[in-house]
Nanobody, 119 residues
């Protein structure tokens, strides 16, 4: 069982920035592929950004050039730096650990952190 603890959400004005953090329990974090998802009211959960164990990244088109995903394996932590935030970015953001052989096929989710972009 892996536990994911998120932090860093809050209320920010349009054009502002926030950094989300997600820290995982366990000792083999470096082997995990990690992602950030978000879910706005009335909408399906969607992938925002993903980073592999090797550091390769991909992003949703809606956040390219504004958001950056990174990882610090020594701290078992993945980050999502969000710049130039827009009201449409308002959602609950979830950290995800992808299923793999290292997790015996199981995936894990954080509890979610609210991001609200409003003036």
């Amino acid at each position: 069982q892996v536990q994911l603890v998120e932090s860093g959400g809050g209320l920010v004005q349009p054009g502002g920035s926030l950094r989300l953090s997600c820290t995982a329990s366990g000792s083999i974090f470096t082997l995990y592929n990690m992602g950030w998802y978000r879910q706005a009211p009335g909408k399906q959960r969607e992938l925002v950004a993903r980073i592999t164990s090797g550091g390769s990244t991909n992003y949703a088109d809606s956040v390219k050039g504004r958001f950056t995903i990174s990882r610090e394996d020594a701290k078992n932590t993945v980050y999502l730096q969000m710049n130039s935030l827009k009201p449409d970015d308002t959602a609950v953001y979830y950290c995800n650990l992808e299923p793999s052989i290292w997790t015996k096929g199981l995936g894990f989710w954080g509890q979610g952190t609210q991001v609200t972009v409003s003036s």
